[in-house]
Nanobody, 124 residues
């Protein structure tokens, strides 16, 4: 059983930064592909960034490339998302996800384990 818990969301002004964390439980979660998704009100969950179990490969959505950085510390079973130059369009609920089989570009349907989500709000 894998449990994921996000933290680090909050309110920030345009141009500001936030760092999200996602702690996983369960030994097997260390070898899983992990990802960050976000969901805007009334829209489907979209892939923001993903990282391979070893951390050597990453994927970013075009909308966040150059501004967000995904990383992981397997010793602490924790994944991070550093978000810089935030804009109001980044306002969403951010979810972390994990799956043993998903590729880096896999959509939400490819992920078996999910956190509860953390709200990120970027004000003008």
């Amino acid at each position: 059983q894998v449990k994921l818990v996000e933290s680090g969301g909050g309110l920030v002004q345009t141009g500001g930064s936030l760092r999200l964390s996602c702690v996983g439980s369960g030994h097997s979660s260390v070898i899983y592909t992990r990802a960050w998704f976000r969901q805007h009100p009334g829209k489907e969950r979209e892939l923001v960034a993903s990282i391979s179990y070893g951390g050597g490969s990453t994927y970013y959505a075009d909308s966040v490339k150059g501004r967000f950085t995904i990383s992981r510390d397997n010793a602490k079973k924790t994944m991070f998302l550093s978000m810089n130059s935030l804009t109001p369009e980044d306002t969403a609920v951010y979810f972390c996800a994990a799956d043993p089989y998903s590729g880096l570009k896999g959509g939400a349907a490819n992920y078996h384990y999910w956190g509860q989500g953390t709200q990120v709000t970027v004000s003008t």
